[in-house]
């Protein structure tokens, strides 16, 4: 098993901090690539973050309601491979 951290990516929200407005992914759950981990709000604007990997979420390092930016790590996930 591997770690991966996960960062937000440009999701096409502009350069300016997007709020996470919920997670999907509870600590500890499996998750499959491609599935959203949490969704994210810039203005009226609102985009789920896909998980790049299929495993098992073992740290959430943002909260619902923080203001990140752009490459932030947002969750590491122990992967399949």
Known sequence: MAR????LPDLGLGD???RVTVWFAARGSR????????EATAGAVTVDL????????RERLVAEDD???R????AVLETDG
């Open 71 to 74: 490459d932030a790590p947002v």
């Open 67 to 69: 203001l990140i930016v």
């Open 31 to 38: 998750i499959e690539r491609g599935e959203p981990i949490l």
């Open 4 to 7: 991966l951290e996960v960062r």
């Open 16 to 18: 300016g901090p997007v």
């Open 50 to 57: 896909p998980s790049p990997a299929s495993g098992i979420v």
